[in-house]
């Protein structure tokens, strides 16, 4: 997972990105709206982390001009501005969420993390992969207008997956969708819910849809066709 933190602070960035990254996340670092916006255009971007005060401008517009553009990753804004009407202008604004000032490093991770299990926001209720259809409203997947039969972890796993476009998900973050805290995360369960979807997939004729990157994670390989 690739996180985006714009800020100016040094020590901001370094406390916020040494802690991600202890964590396993990939971060890129801008200190301005301009260097956000090269980044972000350049890479495949899955979440963004953007302090309200820059030097050229302000974190708020960046984050509503990235949703007038159409783009659904999740966005953290992160200030020291701490009134009630200064968050609720940053989520009026499409941020996800709003983290004040000085921050605990605990807390950022816990955040990140929530957000990430969301995954970029669909604007559709379905996306359709040819015979293929993904439902988030009624949480189902069809091929052929016929229902597969998917367990609610099964469909949390083509979810996120179809969600990301074709970037690849770790599976620590596949691990922590599924099961989140919960005492019944296992990598062996993993492994058999995977199983059970490929195969289910493979049935009605839906193969290599997961993709798996050997020691990163997994990716959805199919294109959308058309919203549904």
Do not use: N
Request: glycine share 8%; charged share 30%.
């Amino acid at each position: 997972m690739r996180i985006l933190l714009i800020d100016d602070s040094p020590r901001v960035a370094q406390t916020a990105s040494t802690a991600l990254r202890s964590r396993g996340y990939a971060v890129s670092i801008a200190g301005s709206v301009e260097g956000a916006e090269e980044l972000f255009a350049s890479l495949a971007i899955d979440l963004v982390i953007v302090d309200v005060m820059l030097p050229d401008g302000s974190g708020l517009d960046w984050c509503r001009a990235a949703r007038e553009a159409g783009s659904t990753v999740p966005i953290l804004i992160l200030t020291a501005r701490t009134a009630v009407p200064d968050r609720i202008r940053g989520l009026d604004c499409g941020a996800d969420d709003y983290l004040v000032k000085p921050f605990a490093v605990d807390e950022l991770v816990a955040r990140v993390r929530a957000l990430g299990r969301r995954g970029p926001r669909w604007t559709d209720s379905t996306r359709s992969y040819g015979e293929l259809v993904i439902d988030r409203d009624r949480r189902l997947v069809s091929v052929r207008g016929e229902r597969l039969a998917f367990t609610p972890r099964e469909f949390d796993i083509v979810a996120l997956l179809a969600s990301r476009d074709g970037r690849v998900v770790s599976r620590d973050e596949l691990l922590d969708s599924v099961w989140g805290t919960s005492t019944e995360r296992s990598g062996a369960s993993f492994d058999v819910l995977l199983a059970r979807v490929r195969r289910k997939l493979g049935e009605r004729g839906i193969e290599g849809a997961v993709r798996t990157v050997r020691q990163v994670g997994y990716a959805w390989t199919l294109a959308i066709s058309k919203h549904a």
